[in-house]
Every structure is written in structure tokens, then in C-alpha cells.
């Protein structure tokens, strides 16, 4: 299938993680130019973009802090003057959330990061796809929104807000030829889940085996959904929650 990405521009925030990681590479074998988006991951970013390149493929890395306004505008800029109009968005960034009780700081500070910072990067975006009269918003949610782990309030409260906003920009900007979706991974098998989150390969198996395909998403499964999603080849999927976990959601 074609996808119709070949030349458009297209921005993915957290592009230095796995999961945007490999939703920037389902990109750009598809021909479309790739802003990769970093916050605190400079090296891994600019290692996508090289390999982007060495395939060649185009795209520019780029800072974007998501708790700053200005930080955004100014990401905004820089892919346009070095790549051109961003086409499509794909809103991956994520703050992770806190096991510790949170304060009034940490709420404020979860909140902005995961819910405001990624709106307001689509308001950034909006005029230029208006212009344009195409362009495709794909908000990643997480299935904490429907399935609470025991950890801080702002990330999944932030999750929930981000698909609530799809529905409402997806009754807005549809007349100027703008779909928005949310893409809502289950658990995701990266590097951080098994290092840094410290699941050890038991408790993946044991996800695994309540999953109905048997086995636990990768961020190349998010890839996909995201890619259809932003992609031409999606003419009316519309203010849609597509789920990617492998039917986790139908069994808990």
C-alpha cells in the first residue's frame, strides 16, 4: 500500500525514545522528510537522523522542550526552515511519571509536559496544515487511561485529556482537510521497561501469556498504527482511539 508520505514533512517529538524511534524510521521508508524531536536524548536523535541519511532518506534533528512555549514555536521554525511545512505531527514525547507522592510542583510539572506541551505544539502546527488544507495530528496515549497502575495522577490524567483534545480538534479541523487520532499503546517492550522500570523477564512473560496474540507490543507495532494514521493513505479515520495491544484491553 501506498502510503502518500513520500516528501511530506513530518515532526515526531521524542524521537529519541524506542517508540518514536521507530515510528521516525516507518517514516522515512516511506519517503517522508523527518524532524526528530529530542529533549534530553541529543546523541540517539542526531544517530536516527544519520541513519535516516545513510539510507537515503532526509531529516534534521531537533530540540523541543515541551514545558516551554517559545522552545516550541522555535522547534516549529527550525523544521520548517531546514525541512519545509510539516505535513503530519505525530505527539510522542512523554514525561514519565512519578512513583513518589506527588506535590503541587510535580502535578503541575506532569501535567504541562504531557497534556499542555503537546497541545500547544499542535496549535504550533495548525496554521501551516490549514494552509495547506491537509495535515494529520496523532496524539500517543497509553492504556493507563483505561487501566490505572499504581503510580502518580498526572500522567494518566494528562493521557485523558490528550484524547479528549483529539475529539475535539477532529470535529474542528476536519473542514480544513485535518484528521486527528490517538494511537493508545498497551505495555510496550523497550529497553526502559526492562532496565530502568526494573520488570525483569518474568513479568513480561506473564503479560504476555494474558495477552491474547502471546506476546507483548513493540514499538514497531506502534510504528505502524501511527505511519496509517499519519499517512495519506488514511482518508477518514477521524477522531479515533486506536488501541495497539494486542487485545490486553479485552481480557483485564
Request: hydrophobic share 45%.
Amino acid at each position: 500500500m501506498d502510503l502518500g508520505l513520500e516528501g511530506r514533512v513530518v515532526l515526531v517529538t521524542g524521537a529519541s525514545g524506542a517508540i518514536g524511534g521507530a515510528v521516525a524510521r516507518a517514516f522515512a521508508r516511506e519517503g517522508a522528510l523527518v524532524a526528530a524531536g529530542w529533549h534530553r536524548g541529543e546523541d540517539s536523535a542526531r544517530a536516527l537522523v544519520d541513519s535516516i541519511v545513510q539510507e537515503g532518506g532526509k531529516g534534521a534533528a531537533v530540540r523541543i522542550d515541551q514545558r516551554d512555549q517559545e522552545a516550541i514555536r522555535s522547534a516549529v521554525d527550525q523544521v520548517e526552515r531546514e525541512l519545509g511545512g510539516i505535513a503530519v505531527l505525530i505527539a510522542n514525547a512523554v514525561s514519565w511519571p512519578t512513583w513518589a507522592p506527588e506535590t503541587w510542583d510535580s502535578l503541575a510539572d506532569g501535567l504541562t509536559a504531557n497534556a499542555v506541551g503537546p497541545l500547544a505544539l499542535v496549535d504550533a502546527v495548525l496554521p501551516g496544515m490549514r494552509s495547506a488544507g491537509w495535515g494529520r495530528l496523532v496524539l500517543v496515549s497509553s492504556d493507563v487511561v483505561d487501566q490505572p497502575m499504581p503510580a502518580g495522577v498526572a500522567y494518566p490524567a494528562a493521557k485523558g485529556a490528550l484524547e479528549t483534545a483529539a475529539k475535539v480538534l477532529a470535529v474542528r479541523e476536519a473542514r480544513h482537510g485535518i484528521l486527528t487520532n490517538v494511537v493508545r499503546p498497551g505495555f510496550t517492550l523497550t529497553e526502559r521497561v526492562l532496565t530502568t522500570a526494573g520488570l525483569g523477564q518474568e513479568a513480561v512473560d506473564s503479560e504476555a501469556a494474558k495477552t491474547p496474540t502471546r506476546r507483548i507490543c513493540t514499538p514497531e507495532d506502534v510504528a505502524s498504527a501511527a505511519a496509517y494514521l499519519g499517512s495519506a493513505a488514511n482518508g477518514h479515520v477521524n477522531g479515533e482511539v486506536l488501541s495497539v495491544a494486542g487485545g490486553r484491553n479485552l481480557t483485564r
